[in-house]
T-cell receptor, first 113, second 111 residues
């Protein structure tokens, strides 16, 4: 099993450009999450999807959109990138019971110039 | 005040030392407590998981939860240079499926 995979690993964008970060999991998990991690700020939740067909805002959703394409895939879109969105982005997934904790992907490093 | 407080460090210790990492929290509804380890340029990985109060041991690692004090700890015995990483605490109330993370503590174990 690959677990949680993310593409791309690294991306450089210019201000105003758009891009989509891809995430897929092969653990048949119901819930999927997008976080950003900045120095000194810890992990901050951008959006999450409790199940296929549902999405909800997290702590820092402004400037982002998400799509839960199917049970396996959860994408994060930046429509008009800003330097403040320079960060490391992590996708995570988890199963249905409370005892099943999150599994994280390897991250996407995004630099917006 | 953040819901979960964690000293960012860095914490630097010699190899073989006992390490104590801590988090405090304010939400009394938290029931599930986790510790994640994150190596540089990698994603977090679950290290320890505890439900409610008490201790849990796994090899060199011990997690403690004191709900009366709203305080959780992770102890690492016989620390190794390979333990050098950032340690994130996380906690969750029953049924929420949305953990609240601490900011992480950077640990450096030098030979």
């Amino acid at each position: 099993n690959a677990g949680v995979t993310q593409t791309p690993k690294f991306q450089v964008l210019k201000t105003g450009q758009s891009m989509t970060l891809q995430c897929a999991q092969d653990m048949n998990h119901n819930s999927m999450y997008w976080y950003r991690q900045d120095p000194g700020m810890g992990l901050r939740l951008i959006y999450y999807s409790a199940s296929e067909g549902t999405t909800d805002k997290g702590e820092v959703p402004n400037g982002y959109n998400v799509s839960r394409l199917n049970k396996r895939e959860f994408s994060l879109r930046l429509e008009s990138a800003a330097p403040s969105q320079t960060s490391v982005y992590f996708c995570a997934s988890r199963g249905r019971s409370p005892q099943e904790t999150q599994y994280f992907g390897p991250g996407t490093r995004l630099l917006v110039l | 005040q953040k819901e979960v407080e964690q000293d960012p460090g860095p914490l630097s210790v010699p190899e073989g030392a006992i390490v104590s990492l801590n988090c405090t929290y304010s939400n009394s509804a938290f029931q599930y407590f986790m510790w994640y380890r994150q190596y540089s340029r990698k994603g977090p990985e679950l290290l320890m998981y505890t439900y409610s109060s008490g201790n849990k041991e796994d090899g060199r690692f011990t997690a403690q939860v004191d709900k009366s004090s709203k305080y959780i700890s992770l102890f690492i015995r016989d620390s190794q240079p390979s333990d050098s990483a950032t340690y994130l605490c996380a906690m969750e109330s029953g049924g929420s499926y949305i953990p609240t993370f601490g900011r992480g503590t950077s640990l450096i174990v030098h030979p």
